[in-house]
């Protein structure tokens, strides 16, 4: 299965909408013979530029592999994986580095801050690391546009879960990269911290011109998305655009359904 590119709230396919993130052919494989297990299956797919894109599937269907590999966190077996204007497979470990790090930003569950540093400091850690100095007009919009006016100067015990993924949310979006990935970025959250954080990753898409990538197994979580993407055993089946949360769980029973079947 190809899926097209299309920005989802221009209203239709988009042949001249640009591509933040590409896979072609993609192949992952893990062991051989009898035992290789075959996670991805020769995936075709397009992420827009300046869209929120969700991946959803049942367990083991290949959704987060399918963002590991397109993070660069994950070699292909077979394919092409492109960010941007860069092929990434086939890159030296050093180059997959540096790409990551100055294009690519990362949400996962847990918020991975440290406790020691305010959230400010946690904030532009990534920056500091690499000897690049924080634009301040855009941290400040991104600090804005998250609501942590209030909260730069605590540390992480002095927040509460969702702000600590504020926090986290603000750090990848600080170094202004071209992609960020979500790796279930409200699973360790409760429903009103979880789509107070949502509220803010759609926010970094309509207001700041983010590209999101979100992994979730969440009907209401993917309907925060412009599109959801559906995998199972490792292949794109299905796609939708301006999802919402009741048309999400009637796929995703539809699925259900059909694997009971089978």
């Known amino acids: 299965m190809t899926t097209a590119v299309a920005n989802p709230r221009a209203g239709g396919a988009g042949g001249g909408t640009a591509v933040a993130a590409q896979a072609r052919q993609v192949v992952k494989a893990y062991g051989s013979g009898e035992t290789r297990v075959v996670a ?16 959803m599937g049942p367990s083991g269907s290949g959704k987060s592999t399918l963002m590991h590999c397109l993070a660069g966190l994950d070699i292909v077996t077979s394919g092409q994986i492109r960010v941007g204007d860069t092929e990434i497979t086939g890159l030296k470990e ?16 847990s918020f991975n801050l440290l406790p020691t540093l305010t959230a400010l400091e946690n904030i532009t850690l990534p920056m500091d ?18 609501g942590l006016r209030q909260r730069l100067r605590h540390r992480p015990s002095e927040l509460s879960g969702g702000q600590q993924q504020r926090v986290a949310v603000a750090r990848a979006l600080a170094a202004r990269p071209d992609i960020i990935f ?3 970025p409200t699973g360790n959250l409760d429903s009103r911290a ?19 990538v979100m992994v979730t197994h969440d009907p209401v979580a993917a309907a925060y998305a412009d599109r959801v993407l559906y995998l199972a055993d490792g292949r794109l089946v299905d796609e939708m ?8 769980l009637d796929r995703m029973k539809a ?4 694997g009971r079947v089978s």
């Open 129 to 146: 690391i690499a000897g690049r100095r924080p634009d301040r007009a855009w941290l400040d919009r991104v600090v804005e546009t998250v």
């Open 40 to 55: 991805l299956d020769r995936v075709d797919v397009d992420i827009a530029r300046g869209a929120f894109t969700a991946i």
């Open 94 to 109: 050093k180059r997959l580095t540096r790409l990551r790090r100055d294009h690519i930003g990362f949400v996962f569950q």
């Open 241 to 248: 655009l301006r999802p919402t949360a009741e048309m999400v």
């Open 255 to 258: 699925f259900d359904t059909l």
């Open 194 to 212: 979880g789509a107070e954080v949502l509220g803010f990753l759609r926010r970094s898409v309509d207001e700041l011109g983010q590209t999101m």
């Open 182 to 184: 979500g790796d279930e």
